[in-house]
């Protein structure tokens, strides 16, 4: 099935052929580009002036898995950093951002929490991070991408700062614990994310801010934080064997 498009209204008062008053939200406007929630009984911006016989729970059925499954878009090339693109590619399309976080969350799990120590602390080069330490560089990224999000996504238009990978990853001592901790605290993160993103109204979707000296949108961010993990993945496969 393909979307064309979305419609919205609310219920208005109009006068029928027969002079009578007649109570009705036929009346709808497309919303244009962008996201649109769905809701238990409508979409965001539009309402039903019976929700007896024109509800979305009656139409379709039970909505609690549809509630907060958000489609959002690929972004234009203007709505990120360049330097991001490589990331953005590698997510095919959002159709359940939150969804989409969550299975990728228990595919890193699955992968990495059999991990013997000795592949934890392995690096496949001098000077290249450890399995471990990857795994914290993720938490810290995603943080500050998660956010860049909440800040964006609220309408706050302040320039955010950019941040300098390896420096943290040195400064945050990684090695120094084991890789299920630092992968149960990569989990907590993550699960905010997922919480973030759920929670986040329709509209905040076509926000844009600067992060870096850099426009940003909040929805790049979501394919920036689904397609960073996917880099790190694919290093992983290819240079560790993990």
């Known amino acids: 099935m393909r979307i064309v498009s979305v419609n919205v209204g609310q ?117 290249k991070w450890s399995v471990t330490e990857v795994v914290g560089h993720l938490s810290d990224a995603e943080r500050i991408f998660a956010y860049r999000l909440l800040r964006i996504g609220r309408g706050d238009d302040t320039p955010l700062a950019g941040f300098d990978e390896n420096t943290y990853v040195p400064a945050g001592s990684f090695d120094r614990r084991s890789l299920p901790e630092v992968l149960d605290e990569w989990v907590a993160v993550r699960n905010a994310t997922v919480a973030l993103v759920r929670g986040m109204p329709s509209e905040a979707w076509g926000r844009r801010g600067r992060a870096n000296d850099r426009v940003i949108s909040t929805r790049a961010l979501v394919y920036i934080m689904l397609g960073h993990v996917e880099h790190h993945l694919a290093i992983l496969a290819e240079r560790y064997g993990v």
């Open 11 to 127: 219920p208005r008062e109009i006068v029928d052929a027969n002079g009578g008053t007649v109570h009705t939200s036929i009346f709808k406007s497309p919303v244009g580009d962008g996201a649109v929630r769905v809701r238990k009984l409508n979409v965001d911006g539009d309402r039903q002036s019976d929700l007896v016989k024109h509800g979305l729970r009656e139409m379709l059925g039970d909505m609690n898995a549809m509630q907060t499954r958000m489609t959002l878009p690929p972004p234009s090339p203007d709505e990120f950093d360049p330097s991001a693109a490589a990331y953005v590619v590698r997510v095919a399309a959002v159709t359940d951002a939150a969804g989409q976080f969550e299975s990728q969350r228990d595919r890193v799990v699955s992968l990495l929490a059999g991990l013997s120590a000795s592949q934890a602390a392995s690096r496949y080069a001098p000077g």
